[in-house]
């Protein structure tokens, strides 16, 4: 969506408008979503530099503010009265390092946040904020990221086979592309399983895992600013067959429903273990796991990885 001087002048008159009162436009005492207690996700702004894949969020709590720069956390103050917005000249936050074009858009972003003005949700739930720069006023649009209960993925609902036994491998929803700085992630196809997980468009990575004749690949498409695996996938063969995937989907390093760790319990039984986010969990540490026992059979006259079981619990707190 293209943010025109227009637009944000408009925004600039609804926000006076609700702010004296004579606002046209009903205003909900309690509108939802709310300012604070919502996880905001950045999806537009007036700068010319795109957002990409880049995930900017922010959390506005009790004068808190905190949040994801698309690199690193940030964490600040802010103060907010009647549309009003005033937040933190000075941001606090990691320092670790990211590819290039992420951080050109984190220092844009952190620059540009504490020029913020006013603030209003429109009528499509989306959080806008007024910013102020040294040419002019700015928008910046942010949505809500899913809620909890709109939110749930594969671990949370009925357990289905997404594996069709038909020994076709999945390929990576987008073209793998590894920072160079990556590169000694990616280990070279040694086994029959191996080459036919790279034929299939995947970067191998970590350790190949055996129990019998049962063997467990990991491929992955990207990585994330420490190199952590992006667009990942464990896959499973029996006998140099392909049975199936251990997820329905592919998967980021540190969000919710990421695989950690794969047990190969016999030749025709696995678990493996997801990490398990919570609105507010660091991304250091996700508060639950879940567990997913598979099985390795021959019912439908095919092998098949199929999912039998979940179960999650809440992670003991680090001391």
Do not use: H
Request: hydrophobic share 35%; aromatic share 8%.
């Amino acid at each position: 969506m293209k943010i025109t001087p227009q637009k944000i002048g408009k925004l600039i008159l609804t926000l006076a408008l609700i702010y004296t009162g004579n606002s046209p436009i009903a205003i909900a005492a309690t509108p939802t979503p709310t300012l604070e207690g919502t996880i905001w996700k950045l999806i537009s702004w007036t700068e010319t530099l795109p957002l990409g894949d880049t995930a900017i969020t922010a959390t506005f709590a009790k004068n808190r503010l905190s949040g994801s720069s698309g690199c690193n956390r940030f964490m600040g103050g802010y103060q907010e009265k009647n549309n009003t917005l005033t937040i933190d000249k000075d941001l606090a936050g990691t320092r670790k390092a990211c590819p290039e074009e992420q951080m050109k858009l984190e220092s844009k972003f952190l620059t540009l946040l504490p020029g913020a003005k006013q603030y209003m949700i429109n009528p499509k739930g989306n959080l806008q904020i007024v910013y102020k720069t040294a040419q002019g006023l700015g928008l910046m649009t942010f949505a809500p990221q899913a809620k909890a209960a709109a939110d749930k993925i594969w671990l949370d609902k009925p357990l289905s086979n997404w594996n069709k036994g038909d020994g076709i491998i999945p390929k990576p929803a987008t073209k793998p592309s590894i920072d160079d700085r990556c590169v000694t992630q990616i280990r070279r196809a040694t086994t029959e399983e191996d080459k036919a997980v790279a034929k299939a468009g995947w970067k191998l990575f970590n350790a190949v895992q055996t129990y019998g004749k049962t063997v467990v690949v990991a491929g992955m498409s990207g990585v994330d600013g420490m190199c952590r695996p992006k667009g990942y996938m464990e896959f499973v063969f029996v006998n140099g067959k392909f049975v199936g995937t251990v997820a329905p989907v592919p998967m980021d390093s540190r969000t919710d429903g990421a695989s950690q760790e794969v047990f190969l319990q016999n030749a025709n039984s696995l678990v493996v273990a997801f990490n398990r986010y919570s609105p507010g969990d660091p991304l250091c540490c996700p508060s639950r796991t879940s567990r997913v026992s598979y099985t390795i059979d021959k019912k439908t006259g095919k092998l098949l990885l199929t999912p039998t079981a979940v179960s999650t619990v809440a992670n003991k707190a680090k001391t």
